[in-house]
């Protein structure tokens, strides 16, 4: 169920800030301040922060409901500035079965690094949350390091009520923004960490805002209001920036900013379903080592968490979904020239997102296909995300999250809505020859998403030098959607091993997805 909240006349008032309390005993839990919407409003005082051990630092910042195509026509500058400084990755969330396009699922994803499948939270109530075994970035850099300094400021009560942002980090700011309208208390919460930045030392914090949700909901997004709402926090995530600019050890100290937010909205405000305009999200970094003005196709939500690790120079947990933001996967498919629609009227002209021409090695097989059919779906197809999943929505299409970029598609429900030869779907993709040589086995790896139904099949095969082909993988019944990781064994003497992707005995049945290909 999408998230609602009631925009209150309450107007910011001026915010005192009270000097920081002293420190208790560094490692008791007395240090850990919880400020709530019983405070008076305007007055909020500010945590004692235990002092940070880094000089790698990073600040999170996240903006709800904040739709990045609505950024530019705004007046935003220090968004517009990270922008052309960083790194800038849109993508688009899942749907449901998987989870609802709401706050609940979606900062429970940013926070924990990995797809509600694993996190559990597939909408505002929390039910199903697996914070025990995903917790957020900052308790997972505690359970690390508990010498860290971990910050959280958070404007939406249910992120520390569920847990989103665990106790264990060492101080956090909570309150309710239903309760004085989140004007007044993003002003607050944009104070509180602004003088934690500033005056204190912590290695990691979260900030959340959230009026442009609440502007989206009342408004909607083609508003002239929201675009203030914007602006509004544009001018926050100045003050944050500049907090650690006046820092007396910056010029000592490596600071990685990112940006993000949980959903999109539609243009007449709303969120929770399928449409686009809903699952729109970013990932937006900049700091060392990030590339200027880049603008890649295989960001996706999961790696805020990832980026975090990251900038304090730590690697990224085993078992998250994200991975850095500075880093290119490299995948071939992510290079290929993609056209605008042919038979797909319903996708809108100026997107482009598919093409039969596949990368330098690979082979595509439509010799056993039947003669027409959906141009853009006859044999595997590359395409994107939103090429895909406009072109039929609500068929789980939305739930490929694990492939980046552009990837490779068989849909035989697709390719059935125009009228072909006699037969049935049958296509092979073949990647390039890879080396074995003086190996006893490789590892196969690759994304899937492989949704059955009826007599369709799927296999994975391999060949040895150009031999006969070897069954590696069946699907069959079974709904797939996750990385996997394949122990291939090579026969002695091989030098080379192609990988065959082969779906086929298919008609009006469902499709399956593959992405990321590797052999190591």
Do not use: C
């Not at 980090?169 to 004007?183: E, Q």
């Not at 900013?257 to 990932?283: K, M, N, Q, Y």
């Not at 002209?349 to 039947?370: E, Y």
């Amino acid at each position: 169920m999408p998230r609602w909240r009631t925009l209150t006349a309450a107007v910011a008032a001026a915010v005192v800030i009270p000097a920081p309390a002293a420190l208790a005993d560094p490692g008791s839990t007395e240090n850990k301040v919880f400020n709530t919407s019983d405070a008076p409003l305007g007055v909020l005082a500010v945590p004692a922060v235990p002092e940070g051990v880094s000089t790698d630092k990073v600040l999170v910042v996240g903006m709800d409901g904040l739709r990045h195509d609505r950024i530019a026509p705004a007046d935003a500058p220090n968004l517009d500035n990270l922008i052309a400084t960083g790194t800038f990755g849109p993508s688009l969330l899942y749907t449901n079965p998987m989870a609802a396009t709401s706050s609940g699922p979606g900062w429970s994803t940013i926070a924990t690094g990995v797809w509600p499948d694993l996190h559990g939270v597939k909408d505002n109530s929390f039910a199903g949350k697996r914070y025990d075994l995903y917790p957020d970035f900052l308790t997972r850099l505690e359970n690390l390091d508990s010498r860290y300094s971990t910050f959280a400021a958070l404007d939406w009560k249910p992120l520390a009520d569920q847990g989103t942002f665990g106790p264990g980090i060492d101080s956090r700011v909570i309150l309710d923004g239903d309760a004085n309208g989140y004007p007044a208390e993003d002003a607050r919460i944009a104070t509180a960490a602004e003088t934690v930045l500033r005056e204190q030392n912590p290695d990691a914090a979260f900030v959340y805002f959230g009026n442009t949700d609440i502007v989206a909901h009342n408004s909607g997004a083609a508003s002239a209001a929201y675009l203030r709402a914007i602006a509004t926090q544009d001018g926050y995530l100045g003050r944050l920036l500049a907090a650690i600019r006046a820092r007396p050890s910056y010029p000592g100290e490596r600071w990685t900013i990112v940006v993000t937010t949980d959903h999109g909205h539609t243009d007449a405000g709303g969120h929770g379903g399928s449409g686009i305009e809903e699952r729109r999200t970013f990932v937006l970094a900049a700091g060392p080592g990030i590339a200027a003005g880049a603008r890649p196709q295989d960001t996706r939500l999961v790696d805020v968490a990832a980026a975090a690790f990251t900038a304090l120079g730590l690697a990224v947990p085993a078992g998250l979904d994200g991975r850095r933001v500075d880093v290119r996967s490299g995948d071939p498919f992510d290079g290929a020239a993609l056209t605008g629609r042919a038979d797909e009227t319903g996708i809108p002209a100026g997107v482009l997102g598919f093409s039969h021409t596949m990368p330098a090695g690979w082979a595509l097989d439509t010799s056993r296909m039947p003669s027409g059919g959906v141009q853009e779906w006859r044999g595997w197809s590359l395409t994107t995300d939103e090429f895909w999943s406009r072109a039929q929505r609500d068929q789980w299409r939305e739930l490929n999250v694990r492939s980046r970029g552009a990837f490779a598609v068989a849909d035989s429900d697709e390719w059935d809505d125009k009228s072909h030869g006699s037969g049935t779907y049958d296509s092979t993709l073949t990647t390039p020859a890879y080396p074995v040589a003086g190996r006893s086995s490789v590892r196969l790896g690759y994304a899937t998403h492989y949704r059955p139904e009826g007599s369709q099949k799927a296999q994975v095969l391999v060949s040895f030098d150009g031999g006969a082909d070897v069954l590696v993988k069946n699907y069959t019944a079974e709904t797939v959607a996750k990385v996997e990781s394949l122990v291939v064994g090579v026969p002695a003497g091989a030098s080379s091993m192609r990988v065959k992707f082969r779906y086929f005995d298919a008609a009006n049945n469902w499709y399956w997805a593959i992405d990321q290909v590797s052999v190591s």
